[in-house]
């Protein structure tokens, strides 16, 4: 079973591993949409760290076997036909966000780390100066 999951993944911390974890263990290939700095910018949010370096992190965890730029929110249905994902993952924050896409593949929320954040990183770095 092929798995699909989307995030920013900034600041990489152990609520992503976890998630991303789970997701693999769901099946046994993992494709993740990494937001684009662009998309981002969009959505009104700005990393801590570039599309690049979240992508190379990312890189770096043997559950992740492929990575992509996500653009748009869009994009979604398309990248589940084009990489054939049976199943689509995302943490329990989006609850809901995403049923439509039942239609194509199976659709689940898995429970969210609790007391750790990206926003929660990126405060403690602003803070260091
Ligand atoms: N996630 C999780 N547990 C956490 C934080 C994130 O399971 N403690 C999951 C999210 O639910 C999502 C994925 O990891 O499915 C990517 O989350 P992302 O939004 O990039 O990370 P956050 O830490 O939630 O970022 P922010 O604080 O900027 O919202």
Redesign the pocket.
């Known amino acids: 079973m092929r798995v699909i ?1 989307y ?4 600041t990489l ?1 152990y ?2 591993i ?2 991303l974890e789970r997701a693999r263990a769901m099946g046994d290939y993992l494709i993740v949409g990494i937001s684009s700095d662009e998309f981002n910018e969009g959505k009104g949010k700005r990393a801590h760290f570039d599309y690049e370096t979240r992508k190379r992190l990312l890189q770096s965890l043997r559950c992740v076997d492929l990575i992509i730029p996500e653009h748009s929110w869009e994009q979604k249905r398309e990248d589940i036909v084009a990489h054939k994902a049976d199943i689509f993952i ?2 329990d ?2 609850k809901g966000k995403f049923d439509d896409l039942s239609d194509l593949c199976e659709v689940h929320y ?1 429970p ?2 609790p007391n ?4 929660l990183m990126r405060q403690h770095l602003a803070a260091q100066g």
């Open positions: 999951t995030g920013t993944f900034d911390h609520g992503h976890l998630l995302m943490g924050d989006w898995l969210r780390t750790v954040s990206s926003t």
